[in-house]
Structure formats: structure tokens, C-alpha cells
């Protein structure tokens, strides 16, 4: 967040912090989290890299479209595995994978996080 909205916001009464601070999670569920985001945005990537739509990867993992989208928004109900097992059956390396865990930021902000690579 820019140091110009952070002052506005604090300015307002709001409290700015991180989800960490928000809901106390330990430092094992933050990696978790991290984990979690970084293996949907791998999801999503590979998904669009091969033109598929959510649809066909559904189809493919037999589950169904709007699963997909749960998946690719690391949803709270999708399990790292379902996230990896759908990885892997769309194409992906057990080498990409670690590289997409090894790739989840140090920082969990919120919804708009960027990742890397």
C-alpha cells in the first residue's frame, strides 16, 4: 500500500495492517496461505498458457467450472492438494509446482497481492 493511502485511511479511523495481524494467524499458517495463492495463480496460468477455458479443466480433473473458479481464487474450501493435483493434470511438473511454492511471497497483504514470476 502507498504511504499517501495508508495516511489517508489512518487519517479516516481506519487501522491498516495485514491479515496476519487482522485474524492472528501463526507464522505455519501465513505459509499456508502464501502457499495456497501461489499454486492458484500457477493453476491459472497454465490454464491460459494452453487456452483452456475453465470449463475444459473441469472436465478434465472431472469436477465442475465453478470449482475451477474456486480454485484459481485460492477459495478457503480448496484444498493445496486439490490445487496441485489439478496442476498436475493440466500439465504441470512435480519441478513447476515446487517452483510455484517455492515462488509464494513473503507478504500476504490481502486479495490484490502480486507474485512473482
Known sequence: MKAAKKIKLEAAGWN???A???VGLSEAEMALIRIKQSL????????TKQAFTQAEVASR???????????????ASVSVELLMNACLMIGATEK????AITAAPRSTRGPFTKFPG
Request: no cysteine; proline share 0%.
Open 20 to 22: 496476519k495481524e487482522l
Open 96 to 99: 513447476t509446482i515446487g517452483q
Open 40 to 47: 492458484a495463480l500457477r493453476l491459472r496460468e497454465l490454464r
Open 16 to 18: 491498516v495492517g495485514s
Open 61 to 75: 480433473i472431472g469436477s465442475s467450472r465453478a470449482r475451477v473458479a474456486r480454485m484459481e481464487a485460492a477459495d
